[in-house]
């Protein structure tokens, strides 16, 4: 087999990984989801054990890459594939993490409707932009810069209102149970906030890989939006 294909196979070998690590993302997400919405306690564990799939796909990924760097001396947006592939998996695995601890806080707490409804808000719309990156993943080329900003700009305006609605319904509060259900929901809804941000990151990698530049989304949206 002629160099070229060796490579050639590298880099599917690693773009394979990490469609496989979104794919797995989307799926806890996914689940997490069904846990919440229908109240099903056991099948938080079940993501508790989903998690650990996913770190170990991290690992595997960032042993893959440095052994294929070391082993075919890859250059170029190749190389730029396999060093920034590693840190897109560690952002995917975060993201993944922030799941499973919403799975967690829901099967201890089993919180009050008004408090799933809003979190379930701002859940959802990391959800959409977990499904934006799989056309990422499937053609690094694609630019989703307006679409991935306009999704992060959502979900600070979810975060904020839930937020300001945790902080008055705290204000409230009449137990120390309610106190602190309260304060873990105020945490989980900041993961989430957090979530969308580690979406943006991911965006930047890619872009990274695209041009060998690293460049923040927030700066090549504004010069989108004045080019319109």
């Known amino acids: 087999m002629s160099i070229n294909k060796i490579l050639d196979n590298d880099i599917r070998q690693l773009r394979s990984m990490l469609e496989d690590m979104i794919k797995e993302t989307k799926v806890q997400f996914a689940e997490t989801f069904e846990v919440i919405t229908k109240n099903n ?69 089993k919180p009050t409707k008004k408090y799933t409804t809003s979190i379930l808000n701002l859940f959802q719309l990391v959800i959409d932009m977990l499904d934006s990156f799989s056309e990422l993943f499937s053609n690094f ?45 105020m945490k989980q809804a900041k993961n989430l906030e957090r979530a969308g941000d580690h979406l943006l990151t991911v965006q930047e990698i890619v872009s990274f890989i695209r041009t060998g530049r690293f460049e923040e989304t927030s700066e090549i949206y504004d010069n989108l939006k004045t080019l319109m």
């Open 141 to 185: 080329d694609t630019n989703l810069v307006v679409k991935v900003m306009e999704l992060e700009s959502q979900i600070n305006k979810e975060f904020e209102d839930l937020y300001s609605y945790l902080v008055k319904a705290l204000k409230k509060a009449e137990t120390n149970e309610e106190v602190i259900e309260i304060s873990e929901a």
């Open 41 to 109: 306690v056991e099948g938080a564990a079940m993501i508790v054990e989903h998690d650990k799939i996913i770190n170990d796909k991290l690992n595997e990924f960032t042993s893959t890459a440095l052994w294929k760097i070391a082993k075919q001396q890859l250059v170029a947006r190749d190389l730029r594939l396999a060093v920034g592939g590693i840190l897109l998996a560690r952002e995917i695995e975060i993201i993944a993490d922030y799941s499973k601890k919403l799975c967690i806080f829901f099967s201890k707490f």
